[in-house]
Structures are given as C-alpha cells and as structure tokens.
C-alpha cells in the first residue's frame, strides 16, 4: 500500500483551464501539505492542514484552493492556469516534527 | 525569515568515495535540520534529522550529519558511496511544531561514477 498516493501523476492542459489533484495518506497522520517543485527544484511550502484546519498558506495565488475534506485526503484545485504554474506538486503528510512523507508528485505542463 | 543554503549545485564523486554535501542555515531560534533524498521521479525520503542533544547524528542508508551551531552548518556526510546513492539531496530547516513549515535548500545533485 502506497503511504502518500497523488492522482493523477501527470497533467498536461492548455491556459485557462481548471484541474485538480488528490491526495490521500493512509498513515493516520494529523498534517497534510502542498508542496511546488519548480524547474529549479526548488521545493516550496503552498498550504498546510492540521486535522481538517489550514495551518499555513503561504504567499499563492488564490486561482490554488485546497481542500481537506477529512484528515486522510488533501485535494488541489487550480483555476485559470497559467504558464508559470507548469511545476511538479508534491502531497505530504507529517505526524512528527519536520518527519514529512511525500508523495510521488503530480507534473503539471501547461501549454 | 529562515533560508538554507546548499552551496554545491552538482557534486561528482567515484564508487567507494567519501562524501560530504554542504547545507547552512540561517534561522533564528534553535533549529531543527533534516536531510531528505530524492531519487528521479520520486518524492522526497527523510534521511535523517536533528533536534538537540549529540551533534553527530545517524540516517538511514549509512549517512550521518553533523550539527555546527558555530558555523550554522549541518552537513551530511557518507564515508563509502555507493551507486545507488546517486540522488538529489536536500537540506530543510523548521520550527518545532509538527504542522510548522519546512524551508528546502535548492538541492544538491549526486553523481556516482563506477
């Protein structure tokens, strides 16, 4: 059983248009998290979730909404995409101090 | 703000060669570091952590790090690589809740040559 499972691996769209990524974590752990991978691989913190309840959100565009509908699942919505949004995002979860597990990450191209 | 820096971008090193990956930190209370790895297409792996206490600390797959308050350096270190070390590394720093952020370095990149 895979801990930290994103869906779909990778997306391929046109500007303007809407898509969505899930998460689901079967570890039982209380925080989830987005994460942006540029092209740089430069790795950074988009939102945090603590048992249902955001935590941090860090400086992104409000086009990016999460939504944790229960502790398990950690969805990404993104409206109106851009060119600068083409990224690989990466699902975690954390139960200890900094001890994240990651997800396999979703590649986002947008054309 | 807190910020890391690893300052070797690419780093080439033979089978069987010791190793050491560079991170500073700058952070303004007492760190907590972290190595993680990431092989390609693959998410991120912890690799090792500290939080106080012995500053030498051991990771998995034979790696250790050592914590330098003086220097604000918290560098890993291999004595004997292996091919399947060839990865991504990165070094993070946070605070001392369990939903706080994590701040990664850019990464440095791991070459093994046979």
């Known amino acids: 059983d895979t801990a930290v499972s994103q869906t779909p691996k990778y997306l391929v769209t046109q500007m303007g248009n809407d898509k969505s990524i899930k998460c689901e974590q079967n570890l039982g752990h209380d925080t989830m998290y987005w994460y942006k991978q540029d092209s740089k691989k430069f790795l950074k913190i988009m939102f945090s979730?603590?048992?249902?309840?955001?935590?941090i959100n860090e400086t992104v565009p409000n086009r990016f909404s999460p939504k944790s509908p229960d502790k398990a699942h950690l969805n990404l919505h993104i409206n109106s995409l851009e060119l600068g949004d083409s990224a690989v995002y990466f699902c975690?979860?954390?139960?200890?101090?900094?001890?994240?597990?990651f997800g396999e990450g979703s590649r986002l191209t947008v054309l | 703000a807190q910020s890391v820096t690893q300052p070797d971008i690419h780093i080439t090193v033979s089978e069987g060669a010791s190793l050491e990956l560079r991170c500073n930190y700058s952070y303004g209370a007492t760190p907590y570091l972290f190595w993680y790895v990431q092989s390609p297409g693959q998410g991120l792996q912890l690799l090792l952590k500290y939080f106080s206490g012995d500053t030498l600390v051991q990771g998995i797959k034979g790696f250790e790090a050592e914590f330098k308050r003086s220097q604000s350096s918290f560098n890993l270190r291999k004595p004997s690589v292996h091919w399947s070390d060839a990865a991504e590394y990165f070094c993070a720093v946070g605070p001392d809740t369990s939903y706080g952020k994590l701040t990664f370095g850019q990464g440095t990149i791991l070459t093994v040559h046979p």
């Open positions: 975690a979860s954390s139960q200890e101090v900094g001890e994240l597990f």
């Open positions: 979730y603590n048992n249902k309840e955001l935590i």
